[in-house]
Structures are given as C-alpha cells and as structure tokens.
C-alpha cells in the first residue's frame, strides 16, 4: 500500500517537475542568448532569435535538445554564437567543443545534407535542406542519456 502511494505521489509530481524543470532551461537559454520565448508548453520552447533565425528547446530530462533553425543557405555570422550559447545552457559542454563539432556537423550536412558529431556525451546533429520556399540550415545538440 506504501509503495503504490509512492507511486502515485511520483507520477502525480512528475508533470509539475517537467515544468519547473522546463522553466529553468528556457530561462537558461533566454539569458545565455537573448532570444524571446515565442511559444512555450510543459516541455516544449521556441524562440525567434533574430532574422530568419530561431530556436527550439525540448525538455526532457537528461536528454533534453536544443536547435537553431535559419531559413537561408548561408548562416549568419552570429548563427554559431548563437547556437552555441544555447547548447551550453542546455548541456553545460564547453562552447569550444561545441563550436567544432558544430561547425564539423554543418559542414558534413553541406556536403551529404544531414551529419552529425559527438562530444562530451551529446550528439550535435546539423541538416541542410533546399525547398521551394527555400532553404533552411538547422543544427541541434541533443543530450545523452546518462547511464
């Protein structure tokens, strides 16, 4: 009878806890990069960052995510700063290690549309894609599960 009220007093808090868990990373992430929540859920972020150039941040735990979005082919100069800064408040990784991986990722999805590289148990995955409303460059950085 114990453990069951334990239970449910665990999965009753869990929602609450996303929340608060979720609040905490969009603050990072607004305050490492200055963007604007534009829509928000329990678990769930997007940001308008600049021209063209927004991010998204999906909570969950330790394999919470957080991606830079440009409609463009050719990024602008702050995109990696930008993401960069991100990642960091997301993930802790040192911005110097997410910056190469970042720019080895981008790289490789010019070449073959989507690549990716780990560092620091986490996976920076970029993706390159032409459309007829044109085209758009994305990068992520999506943590590990802890084992």
């Given at each position: ?61 330790d394999q919470s995510s957080v991606g830079a ?53 986490a996976r920076v995955t970029c993706a390159f ?19």
């Amino acid at each position: 009878m114990r453990s069951t009220l334990a239970l449910l007093l665990v999965l009753a808090a869990s929602p609450a806890w996303a929340e608060a868990s979720c609040t905490d990373l969009i603050e990072r992430v607004r305050a490492a990069t200055k963007a604007e929540v534009a829509e928000r859920s329990a678990d769930f972020a997007r940001f308008d960052a600049g021209p063209q150039t927004s991010l998204t941040l999906s909570c969950a735990g330790d394999q919470s995510s957080v991606g830079a979005q440009y409609k463009g082919e050719t990024v602008p100069a702050g995109y990696d700063t930008l993401f960069v800064q991100a990642g960091h408040a997301v993930t802790g990784i040192a911005p110097d290690r997410l910056r190469e991986a970042a720019r080895q990722a981008r790289d490789g999805a010019q070449a073959k549309r989507h690549s990716t590289v780990d560092v620091d148990g986490a996976r920076v995955t970029c993706a390159f894609m032409r459309k007829v409303q044109g085209a758009l460059t994305q990068c992520a950085v999506l943590q590990r599960p802890s084992t």
